[in-house]
């Protein structure tokens, strides 16, 4: 009888082997649910000096009653805040806003130390201010005014090197631009403010503000205590929106062009400043803020 012939048993055993390799590539290696995966985070929208994002929180539906939001910071800020305070107290009862405005830097020092969950900022935060985990929302544009007061007789405008040189004590006279023979008093901001420092990058390119005796710096960074320094031969800066509707002073123009138009010079981003990750109340605010609903609410008043 003749021994029927076939495969060796090694080759089922090989055939085995490969389907049960098969089987676990396709249930282990080829299913992305059964492998970790990798998330890459997009990289935040730049500004000038600073990382900020924008509309990073969603409009809330719902406030839980007896949150309380913080905020300090920029007096450039000072309307927004209070507008932004009534419209979201009122849109969700129980809520509470307090806000005071004691410059750009110590509404910043004041989120670091955990006194306040959100600062106003009229700068874009620094690197070392990022690096302490602080991220930024943009709030608003504005735009940067000089300003005489009413009664002072230059009535013309200025060009930015003018500007320059007057915040920099290179001209001192009125006559020197085209005005009557009088000693231009400069007003300035204090250095915690950060219309100062906006004013220092954009109109002084970086350098610094003259010292010479016509130039006093204020010890409170406050526009109506530079609006009443004023007076007949003074001039100052101060964020558009404050100084409007003021009836006591004048815009000057700069260039020929006044803070309305979309060409001025002198224009900025403001910010509201968090530290990460944001408190549900903070996270609350801020959506309403960048909301197109809060948004409306910005100027109301000016």
Do not use: C
């Not at 969950?117 to 940067?144: C, F, H, M, N, Y």
């Not at 009125?174 to 005005?179: E, F, Q």
């Not at 101060?238 to 100084?243: C, E, L, N």
């Not at 605010?285 to 008043?301: C, R």
């Amino acid at each position: 009888m003749s021994q029927r012939s076939g495969p060796p048993p090694i080759v089922f055993i090989l055939l085995f082997l490969g389907l049960l390799g098969g089987g676990y590539w396709w249930f282990f290696m080829r299913n992305p649910t059964s492998t970790p995966t990798t998330t890459t985070t997009q990289p935040e929208n730049n500004s000038p000096g600073g990382t900020t994002t924008t509309g990073t929180f969603p409009l809330p539906t719902t406030v839980a009653s007896g949150t309380t939001v913080k905020i300090d910071g920029s007096t450039s800020m000072v309307t927004i805040n209070q507008n932004l305070k009534n419209a979201f107290e009122k849109q969700f009862p129980g809520t509470k806003v307090e806000a005071v405005g004691n410059g750009t830097d110590k509404g910043i020092q004041d989120l670091l130390a955990g006194k306040v969950d959100i600062a106003a900022a009229s700068r874009p935060l620094t690197a070392q201010e990022q690096s302490q985990g602080l991220k930024a929302v943009t709030v608003t544009q504005d735009a940067i005014a000089l300003i005489v007061g009413k009664a002072n007789p230059f009535n013309r405008g200025l060009t930015s090197s003018q500007i320059a040189d007057i915040f920099q004590g290179k001209i001192n006279n009125w006559s020197a631009v085209g005005g009557p023979s009088a000693t231009i008093r400069v007003i300035n901001r204090p250095a915690i403010s950060g219309t100062h420092q906006t004013f220092k990058e954009l109109v002084l390119k970086g350098a610094n503000f003259g010292t010479t005796p016509n130039i006093t710096t204020l010890p409170q960074d406050a526009t109506t205590p530079l609006v009443q320094a004023l007076k007949k031969d003074g001039i100052g800066y101060a964020t558009f929106a404050q100084v409007a509707n003021q009836q006591t002073v004048r815009v000057v123009a700069i260039e020929g062009l006044t803070p309305e138009a979309a060409s001025y010079p002198y224009k900025r981003s403001l910010y509201y400043v968090y530290k990460d990750p944001a408190s549900a109340g903070v996270q609350a605010f801020l959506g309403y803020a960048t909301s197109p609903q809060g948004q409306q609410t910005l100027t109301l008043g000016n």
